[in-house]
């Protein structure tokens, strides 16, 4: 075993044991990193560092121990911006490599693991890649941009025995843990609908413009990759990919992983029966979007039902609140959301059940980043508070609602074929083509 080796498994007791990075100073952690041998640090590399992936990045480098030594973006204005944040930093950015095509950073043999924050589209296939590599990986949500991508990804971590973190934060926040016990523990009574919902005043789509050449820097044919060619539009470009069938899934994949998530976790993550939805472009009908701006979709289940609600536009979500999950019981209903978490008593319930509201303490994102370090150290897989089957579970149920919604029909899901009963409409949106030469890796 090498000494690099050794040092990742020795010291995971001690990132895994509670030292928080976000309890200790910048420089107690400089000091801390100079006391670790170059060759026994934790090195990594960042795959599109525009928006979460940079989020990522930060996170890291709070972690006793982990160097950025790699980014790749396919923007050089994105990266010149990167190497000028790394020096306010105090990363000395000289030492950090860039590049603008992903196998490259791959191919560097000092990366041990890689953050994927690249538009949806992408994930998949450098997830797979690095993989391959022989890197470990935290790709971020929604893991998947089709179920058939979902279903590869994890193949891939299983074939290739990878550590693969889904950037789901939230369930390294203890909050949430709380919540979800207390759905479990029968205080609420029999559970007979659970909703999940998600207003956005903020989200917007761009205006629509006129095709143009890409800005100077970008090289537009790789930001493609798979997808479909076409020209280029700065309103389909950078966060705007997320409103487009091409790249992402809309408010339903970009947030939806996240609180699905919980809805599913809470009821101890059944797969529905059936989804069927209704929406479309409400708000904002004269920007430019192709993903509806206002969805409701309904998840059956065994004994209960689950709605997912979004609007952008608008932050009057329910319980006043933008953004939440409610499991409504017969004692009461608990509403969660990433702000903390309280119960409202059934007034007509004999068994009435209440709870002040909990204020969340913590940082997921700093927190996850500490939990995938401590089992890319241990290789405990079982210990990944995400792991990339949770990952694709929920982003599986999230593209089960866009499907619902495009196809215009109430589908019925067969678990024991992973696929709707409707031939028709797996043919259709169960993986998306690719194109420009790319291909989806076959695992074996």
Known sequence: MSNRRKFLQSSATMVGGGLLASAVNNQAFAIFKNRIAPSD???????????????????????????????CDIDKNVIDKRLADLGKMNVDASKVKTYGDYRQLLNQKDVDAVIIGTPDHWHALIMMDACAAGKDVYVEKPVGNSIGECRAMVAAQQHYNKVVQAGQWQRSQQHFKDAVDFV?????????????????????????????????????????????????????????????????????????????????????????????????????????????????????????????????????????????????????????????????????????VSKPFEKSSDNGLDKHWENFVSVVKSRKMEDLHCPIQAGAHVATVAQMGNIAFRSGKKLQWDDANHAFTDKDVNKQYMIKEYHNGYKLPKIV
């Open 41 to 71: 640090q934790l090195n990594i590399g960042a795959i599109g560092v525009n928006g979460m992936g940079w989020s990522d990045v930060t996170a890291a480098l709070k972690v006793p121990g982990v160097n950025l030594v790699a980014i």
């Open 184 to 352: 479990q523990s029968g205080q609420l009574g029999n559970i007979r609908t659970v909703k999940v919902w998600c207003y956005q005043g903020w989200m917007k789509p761009g205006p629509v413009v006129p095709d143009t050449a890409p800005p100077a820097g970008v090289d537009y044919a790789t930001w493609l990759g798979p997808a479909p060619k076409r020209p280029f539009n700065s309103s389909r470009f950078h966060f705007n990919f997320r409103w487009f069938w091409d790249y992402a899934g809309g408010l339903m994949t970009d947030w939806g992983v996240h609180l699905l998530d919980y809805g599913l976790l809470g009821m101890k993550s059944p797969v529905p029966k059936s989804v069927s939805a209704l929406g479309g472009r409400f708000a904002y009908p004269d920007l430019y979007e192709e993903t509806p701006d206002t969805l409701t979709t309904l998840y059956e289940f065994d004994g209960f039902n689950m709605v997912w609600d979004s609007a952008m536009g608008i932050d009057n979500g329910s319980y006043n609140r933008d953004h939440g999950i409610a499991y409504i019981g017969n004692n009461g209903t608990l509403i969660l959301n990433r702000g903390g978490w309280e119960v409202i008593e059934e007034k007509q319930s004999k068994s009435k």
